[in-house]
C-alpha cells in the first residue's frame, strides 16, 4: 500500500479532530468497523476492555453527538502529532499498519500538556470510491493515566 | 546554620472546628488544609479501616503479588503458601526502599530488596541479610541484631466476595459488620461468582479525594449533571429507587430500578432540568444500552462505597470496581479495574465491552465526575471558612425510598467526623 495515501488518511484523521470537525471523525472508517482506545499494558495482558469502544460508524456518531450535545467538561482541544506508517502486512487489499502519535491537549486556560503518547494499530482499504478508509484503529496509548477526563477521541 | 524543616509549610486552616453541629454543614479547608491531610493518614487510612488492596483474582497462585497503596503508604498484597493473602508496608526495613516495584508479578517464596538485598518471606518478616556476617568476620551486621525486630510494619488482611482489604490497627471490626448488613448483602448481590478483569484505567483527578468519595456518595447529582442517565433512563431520580446508609454513615448503596415513573413521568421536564434532552438526543446506534437483567431483580443501576476509598459499580451489565488514592491535599488517583464474571457467554462479553462506554475517563455518564471535583477544588479556593450546604432530604443519614436526598453524603461526614476525632 502507498506510504503517501496512508499519510494522507492519518493527516486527515488529526485534521478532522484538532479543528473541531467531530462530525467528519466516523466518515473516515468503514461500517461496521472497530475504534478501540485502551492501553499498552491492557494489550499485552489480553486484557480487552476500551475507554471507548465502537464497532459501528454509528456508535461513533454517538460519541461526536454525546460530546456536542450531551456531555459536559471545561473547554479544551487537541492537537495531534502523527508519526509515519508503517505497514505491518498486507492481505486481500486489507492493510495492516502502525503509526505512532503524540496528543497534546490544550485547556481553555492555556495549558498545553502532553495528554497521551501511543501507537495507532489499523487495518486499512479502500471504500467504494477507492478512498482509504478505516476498518479498524486500536489506539494503544503507551501510559494507563488519563487526566482528568477524555471527550474528545484520540 | 539553623535548618529550618517547616518551611513553606502552611500553619493548619484549622485544628477540626465544625463551624456548625450539623451534618449538614462541611466546611471547606477540609479540602484544603495540608495538616489535616496528614491528620487523614494516621486517622484513617492507618487507622481502624478497611482499605481496598486487590482482587483475590489478581493474585491467584502462591507467590502472586500486587502492589497498592493504604492512603499514602505502599503496600503489598501477597498470596501465601497456604493459601491465606497476606500484606505489608512495601518499605525495606533496611533503608526504606520499595521491596516491590512494580504493579505485580510472582515472587517464588520470597521477596529481596533490590538495594542490598535484604529478603522478607512471604508474611513480611526479614528472613536474609546480604553478607550478615561481613566478609572474612570482618564487617556485618552486630552479632545481637534481631531480624525479627524490623520487618515492614503488617496489615491484618481479609477478603470478601473475592474483594481483599487490608488494615493497620487490631481494632477494626470484622469487614462484614464494618459495611452492615444492608450495603453487605447489595456487594452480595453483584460480586456473586468468579470474576475476571477486563480491563484497568487509571484516572488522575485535580481534587482532594473526599470530593470524589462525595460525589459517588451524592444520590441527587447523578440524574441532573449527567444528562446521559436522564435521558436514555439510567436514573432518574423519579424511578423507582433509594439509597441505604450504614449505621455509621460509611458504606451506602443506592440503587435505581426498572420501572416505569408514571405520574412523576414529566418532573424533569417540569423542573427544566438541562439533564432532561429527551427527543433532542438519540443515538444513532443504541446497542451501547443493549442490556440483559442479570442479576434478577430489576435493579438496573447500583453504585456501593465503603469508607474511605472503595467503590463497587454496577449500571446495567457494566460492572467496575473503582478505588480512591489520594495524591496529596488536592490531587487524587481513581483506579478503575473494569470486570465480568468468568463464566460470561461471548455474547455478554460483546455487551460488557461496549457498555464500558458508560463508565470510567470517557464514560458517556462519568465523564463529568471527572472535571466536577475540580470545579468545586478552585471554586473553594478563597473559602476555607465557609460552609457547603448538605441538606437535601433533611440533616440525618439514615436509609431513604428516594434518591433526591444527601443522605449518604451526610453518612459519609459522619464517619469521618468519627474517625477524624472532629
Known amino acids: ?154 | 546554620m539553623d535548618i529550618r524543616h517547616d518551611e513553606g509549610l502552611k500553619e493548619p486552616v484549622s485544628n477540626g472546628i465544625w463551624p456548625e453541629e450539623s451534618l449538614a454543614r462541611v466546611p471547606y479547608w477540609v479540602y484544603q488544609d495540608e495538616a489535616n491531610y496528614k491528620r487523614e493518614m494516621e486517622r484513617l487510612f492507618e487507622a481502624a479501616t478497611w482499605n481496598f488492596v486487590c482482587l483475590e483474582a489478581d493474585i491467584p497462585n502462591k507467590g502472586d503479588y500486587r502492589t497498592n497503596h493504604v492512603g499514602i503508604m505502599p503496600v503489598i498484597a501477597v498470596r501465601a503458601a497456604d493459601g491465606s493473602i497476606n500484606c505489608f508496608e512495601n518499605r525495606c526495613s533496611h533503608r526504606g526502599a520499595l521491596i516491590a516495584f512494580d504493579d505485580g508479578g510472582n515472587v517464588g517464596n520470597q521477596f529481596r530488596c533490590v538495594y542490598h538485598s535484604w529478603s522478607y518471606d512471604l508474611s513480611g518478616n526479614l528472613r536474609g541479610i546480604a553478607f550478615e556476617r561481613g566478609i572474612n568476620g570482618v564487617g556485618g551486621m552486630p552479632k545481637d541484631f534481631c531480624r525479627d525486630d524490623f520487618s515492614p510494619r503488617k496489615l491484618r488482611t481479609t477478603t470478601l466476595a473475592g474483594l481483599v482489604f487490608a488494615t493497620l490497627s487490631p481494632d477494626t471490626p470484622p469487614i462484614e459488620e464494618y459495611i452492615g448488613a444492608e450495603v453487605l448483602g447489595r456487594l452480595k448481590r453483584v460480586l456473586n461468582r468468579p470474576i475476571r478483569v477486563m480491563g484497568r484505567f487509571v484516572q488522575p483527578l485535580p481534587n482532594n479525594w473526599k470530593l470524589y468519595v462525595e460525589n459517588v456518595k451524592d444520590t441527587y447529582h447523578a440524574s441532573i449533571l449527567h444528562t446521559f442517565l436522564t435521558t436514555f433512563r439510567i436514573s432518574r431520580l423519579t424511578q423507582g429507587g433509594g439509597v441505604l446508609v450504614s449505621a455509621d454513615g460509611g458504606s451506602h448503596s443506592s440503587y435505581t430500578i426498572a420501572v416505569p415513573e408514571g405520574a412523576n413521568a414529566n418532573a424533569y421536564k417540569e423542573q427544566q432540568i438541562r439533564s432532561d434532552q429527551d427527543g433532542k438526543f438519540e443515538l444513532a446506534d443504541p446497542s451501547v444500552l443493549d442490556s440483559v437483567e442479570e442479576f434478577g431483580d430489576h435493579i438496573q443501576l447500583q453504585i456501593l462505597s465503603v469508607f474511605p476509598g472503595f467503590i463497587l459499580q454496577q449500571i446495567h451489565n457494566c460492572l467496575a470496581v473503582r478505588h480512591v488514592v489520594p495524591r496529596g491535599v488536592g490531587k487524587m488517583d481513581l483506579v478503575w479495574t473494569y470486570f465480568g464474571f468468568a463464566d460470561d457467554t461471548p455474547e455478554m462479553n460483546r455487551r460488557r465491552l461496549k457498555q464500558q462506554n458508560l463508565v470510567g475517563p470517557a464514560g458517556f455518564i462519568s465523564m463529568e465526575d471527572g472535571c466536577i471535583g475540580g470545579f468545586v477544588q478552585r471554586g473553594t479556593a478563597a473559602a476555607a471558612d465557609e460552609v457547603s450546604v448538605i441538606e437535601m432530604g433533611g440533616s440525618t443519614t439514615e436509609s431513604q425510598a428516594t434518591r433526591a436526598t444527601e443522605a449518604s453524603v451526610r453518612g459519609f461526614w459522619k464517619a469521618y467526623r468519627r474517625y477524624m476525632g472532629y
Open chain 1, 1 to 154: 500500500m502507498d506510504i503517501a495515501r496512508l499519510v494522507e488518511l492519518n493527516a486527515a484523521y488529526a485534521r478532522v479532530i484538532d479543528t473541531e470537525q467531530f462530525e467528519e471523525w466516523p466518515k473516515l472508517f468503514h461500517d461496521p468497523c472497530l475504534y478501540k482506545l485502551t492501553t499498552a499494558e491492557n494489550v499485552e495482558r489480553g486484557l480487552e476492555g476500551g475507554l471507548i469502544y465502537a464497532d459501528t460508524r454509528g456508535m461513533l456518531e454517538d460519541r461526536v453527538s454525546s460530546l456536542r450535545k450531551v456531555n459536559i467538561y471545561e473547554r479544551q482541544r487537541y492537537r495531534h502529532i502523527v508519526g509515519l506508517p508503517v505497514v505491518l502486512g498486507q492481505q486481500n487489499g486489507t492493510a495492516e499498519v502502525e503509526t505512532p502519535f503524540l496528543i497534546v491537549r490544550i485547556m481553555r486556560e492555556g495549558d498545553m500538556d502532553v495528554f497521551a503518547t501511543g501507537c495507532y494499530r489499523d487495518k486499512v482499504k479502500p471504500d467504494a470510491s477507492g478512498a482509504l478508509r478505516f476498518s479498524e484503529r486500536i489506539v494503544i496509548c503507551d501510559g494507563r493515566r488519563f487526566d482528568t477526563l477524555v471527550a474528545i477521541p484520540f
